[in-house]
């Protein structure tokens, strides 16, 4: 059943994927400059953004360790500058547990609910239900988008996309004063109750709008309460 789960995910969200392209596309025609891969888990945006743009220079973050060496390993050979960072962006420098799921893309900071309808239908279609614990805790370090930014002199930044399952808002607020370089932010949000985030997507929409952002559109994933957002600077 897991294989077969996978399989029609994949063809489902082949076809969704299409979606953000095009939009993407209309913003960036062939070219990204610069692209902040925040959530990078092993590589899987950073491949699919090379088969279709041209891009410049890579910045891809992500803090569990199995996750890092095959978004290396992944990503290593495709001809791009890439630099890779073994931590997470937050809105502060920190030290943090991080629960490492057992699907490792759902990998988070947050607290996660067992009694939601959404983790038990996900652990069964997975094959997951065996597994007593769903994750193991671990320290991870988190930088701030701000100091990244302020150590490589970017002056301009694409793209930034999000995907921390539950912890957008804070990566976002990590880069302060500084967002004011980065064109367009894409960034998932989740509204099951599997991960018990601790803000709602209205903060992160008025926040994103008193920085100068506007939303240009959004994509709902396929069989998940689950969005995608992109919004764009209104200085570019």
Do not use: C, W
């Not at 030290?95 to 947050?110: D, Q, Y």
């Not at 804070?170 to 960034?187: A, H, R, T, Y």
């Amino acid at each position: 059943m897991n294989f077969i789960t996978l399989t029609l995910l994949n063809i489902f969200d082949y076809f969704y994927k299409k979606k953000i392209l095009l939009e993407l596309n209309r913003i960036f025609k062939n070219e990204i400059g610069v692209l902040f891969d925040v959530g990078a888990h092993k590589g899987e945006t950073i491949i699919f953004l090379s088969r279709n743009f041209q891009l410049k220079e890579v910045f891809s973050f992500e803090p569990i360790d199995n996750n890092f060496i095959k978004l290396k390993n992944n990503t290593i050979g495709l001809g791009h500058k890439i630099n890779y960072f073994n931590f997470a962006l937050g809105e502060k420098k920190e030290v943090k547990h991080i629960k490492e799921m057992n699907e490792s893309s759902s990998s988070t900071f947050n607290s996660i609910n067992t009694n939601s309808k959404y983790f038990k239908r996900k652990n069964f279609l997975l094959n997951f239900s065996f597994i007593k614990k769903p994750y193991k805790e671990k320290k991870v370090f988190i930088e701030r988008g701000k100091n990244i930014v302020l150590k490589y002199n970017l002056e301009n930044i694409d793209l930034v996309k999000i995907d921390t399952e539950g912890f957008e808002l804070f990566v976002i607020k990590g880069f302060e004063d500084k967002i004011k370089n980065v064109k367009v932010i894409l960034f998932e949000h989740h509204y099951d109750q599997m991960i018990q985030k601790k803000y709602k997507f209205s903060q992160i929409n008025s926040y994103l709008s008193y920085k100068g952002f506007k939303l240009e559109k959004k994509f709902k994933m396929p069989f998940r309460k689950t969005f995608e957002y992109i919004y764009t600077n209104k200085r570019y």
